[in-house]
């Protein structure tokens, strides 16, 4: 049976050559003018998928997401939102209200039919609901039966630990595993050409790691290094869209992660391009020390200069000046090679 696609977009040109495509590739196109027009079309017929414009009369896409996601009927078909605009506003508003993929005009052929494929084939296979009711597995994750419950799922086998400076994974390669942190901590990096580190986060005890580019079904960007003896949990693809599914709430809670992590990203982008290395490096103590104090409960933070510095994105000896001072105005103290945190307030008033 051929599956139903709901294309909604004002350009008449637009509407004829993607339903083409979507005809020729064995697809059933049923087509609307408006925003307003397509979420009645939607209501009625309820297509396996919806491929949607944002920039329309009547009702933008924005809206025809939000109207559907309120409806149990329509809030389980996935929507791919079609646009002109190239912003990270625009993708993260999408995101938040549950479209399920986002393609920038002008796109190729190859690129939405791929799209479309993956859509129906994960919705398909996993269940996946978009803001449906339930905590998901984020909350799964965030409660008092967290572990008992990962461990469920993954089983006995799907236990792994790794030393100081090993590497879970690495940029470029293909996602095998979602990970929960039992003990121990891991930094995510990026390499330059030069083979400089640019850490992007820093996780701890009770965190997951590795769902974003299990999610997007793409390599990973970045890479994943012990920083001291970490013990995790992990789910393999089939069990993690498994559970997923399983909880209704799920896929919307992690599309908002993801979408809230292009934020973090882009702010931290701005602060290496405009903020002082006073700042950076105050912003820096408190986010670490905020993971090391929800594992250790005490104010001492154990990192070393080198990777404090590709933290902050920039040179270790920069760092350490940065941090003489910073003992001297009595923020922090020094002892052996672990900083401990006196001021707390004032660091965040610094970087703030």
Do not use: W
Not at 99 to 104: K, P, Q, R, S, W
Not at 186 to 203: F, I
């Amino acid at each position: 049976m051929k599956k139903k696609v709901l294309l909604i977009d004002d350009s008449q040109d637009v509407r004829e050559n993607v339903a083409e495509i979507l005809t020729l590739s064995d697809y059933e196109v049923i087509t609307s003018e408006n925003g307003k027009d397509g979420v009645e079309v939607a209501q009625k017929i309820l297509p396996d998928i919806i491929v949607c414009d944002i920039s329309m009369p009547l009702l933008d896409g924005f809206g025809v997401v939000h109207l559907l996601a309120r409806s149990p009927e329509t809030a389980k078909i996935p929507i791919i939102l079609l646009t002109a605009r190239n912003d990270r506003d625009s993708f993260r508003k999408g995101m938040e209200l549950g479209a399920d993929d986002f393609i920038t005009k002008p796109f190729e052929e190859a690129e939405l039919l791929r799209a479309i494929e993956v859509r129906l084939k994960k919705h398909d296979e996993n269940g996946i609901h978009r803001n449906g009711s339930g905590d998901g597995f984020l909350a799964l994750m965030n409660d008092g039966k967290s572990l008992e419950n990962f461990r469920e799922t993954a089983g006995d086998g799907t236990i792994f630990e790794f030393q100081k400076r090993e590497y879970v994974y690495r940029e470029g390669g293909q996602p095998r595993y979602v990970y929960f942190i039992e003990s121990g901590k891991v930094k995510t990096v990026l390499l330059s050409n030069d083979g400089k580190e640019l850490m992007t986060a820093l996780y701890g005890e009770g965190d997951i790691f590795g769902h974003i580019a299990m999610l997007e079904e793409a390599e990973y960007t970045e890479s994943a290094i012990a920083v001291e003896p970490l013990k995790l949990h992990a789910l393999n693809k089939a069990d993690f869209f498994s559970l997923l599914g399983t909880h209704q709430g799920a896929s919307a809670k992690f599309i908002r992660i993801m979408a809230d992590q292009l934020v973090e990203t882009e702010d931290k982008l701005l602060r290496l391009a405009y903020d002082s290395v006073r700042k950076r490096v105050a912003e820096a103590l408190v986010d670490v020390y905020r993971t090391y104090t929800l594992s250790n409960g005490n104010k001492e933070i154990e990192i070393s200069r080198q990777e404090l510095a590709s933290y902050v994105g920039t040179a270790t000896e920069t760092v350490i000046r940065t941090l003489s001072a910073f003992k001297q105005e009595g923020l922090i103290n020094i002892v052996h090679s672990n900083i401990i945190i006196k001021d707390l307030a004032g660091l965040i008033r610094m970087k703030n």
